[in-house]
Nanobody, 127 residues
């Protein structure tokens, strides 16, 4: 089973930026769909950004469009999340996820139904 390991989480002030990385132990090309999700204490897990690895199509909730950017580097087997203009409400544990069972990545993203998950990396934004 491919392992997903997130890194890059940190404590930053509001307005700052972070880039999260998700390193896969195997090739990311085996996955059709990859994405970033987050969960704050007492809240449900929510989608942050998704990507169809073959087509490059990306998906973002309206609240994150323009601030967050998902990208991948197949040569490095790594998925990235660039986060700009961070707000205190962005504070959460951020998880990387991947799925190879379907090419309907939009449905996978909105239903948060991915097969493989990382352990998460903590992002804390102070005001």
């Amino acid at each position: 089973q491919v392992q997903l390991v997130e890194s890059g989480g940190d404590s930053v002030q509001a307005g700052g930026s972070l880039r999260l990385s998700c390193a896969a132990s195997g090739s990311t090309t085996r996955y059709n769909c990859m994405g970033w999700f987050r969960q704050a204490p007492g809240k449900e897990r929510e989608g942050v950004a998704g990507i169809h690895t073959g087509r490059g199509t990306t998906y973002y909730p309206d609240s994150m469009k323009g601030r967050f950017t998902i990208s991948k580097d197949n040569a490095k087997n790594t998925l990235y999340l660039q986060m700009n203009s961070l707000k205190p409400e962005d504070s959460a544990m951020y998880y990387c996820a991947a799925d190879s069972s379907s090419a309907d990545c939009y449905r996978k993203f909105v239903s948060i139904s991915y097969d493989d998950w990382g352990q998460g990396t903590q992002v804390t934004v102070s005001s």
